[in-house]
């Protein structure tokens, strides 16, 4: 959830330059499953579309003001971005422009803080146009 309020902070201090979307997926620890010893919640293996729309709602606390997405059951979403535990992206115009390690350890913030504060600054900069005659 620390990293949760960590992204929603970002996302607030970014909402200027850029959109942001939490996607739920396939639970990392589930409670009938491979138990982590510092979860902060009891969160069972998803057994339907169901289970997961309720599991999510937990994410949306963590992070109500940005747009949450659930994954299908399939894990596409997750499949697609190899995703698994948990992953950065940014994506511009259909094109990945950054992609975060993945979690736990490639969970960077700070990573994506510094591509957004590039981005933003050359977003500021003004534009040198060469005009020959």
């Known amino acids: 959830m620390a990293r949760l309020r960590s ?8 909402v200027d330059i850029a959109d942001f979307l939490l996607v ?12 982590s010893s510092d979860a902060a919640y009891s969160i069972p293996k998803h057994q339907c579309l169901q289970d997961r729309l309720r ?7 963590g992070a109500p003001d940005c747009p949450l997405a659930v994954d ?11 995703a698994y535990f948990e992953r950065l992206y940014i994506i511009q115009e259909e ?10 350890e490639g969970y ?13 600054t050359r977003l500021q900069s003004p534009s040198t146009v060469v005009i020959q005659v």
């Open 7 to 14: 992204f929603q902070r970002l996302a607030a201090h970014f």
């Open 24 to 35: 739920y997926i396939e639970e990392a620890h589930p409670s009938d499953g491979w138990v």
């Open 55 to 61: 599991a999510a709602q937990l994410m949306r606390e």
């Open 72 to 82: 299908t059951m399939d894990n596409a979403s997750s499949a697609a971005y190899g």
């Open 95 to 104: 094109k990945v422009m950054y992609q975060g390690g993945r979690g736990p």
């Open 108 to 120: 960077k913030i700070s990573e994506l803080r510094s591509w957004l504060d590039q981005y933003k």
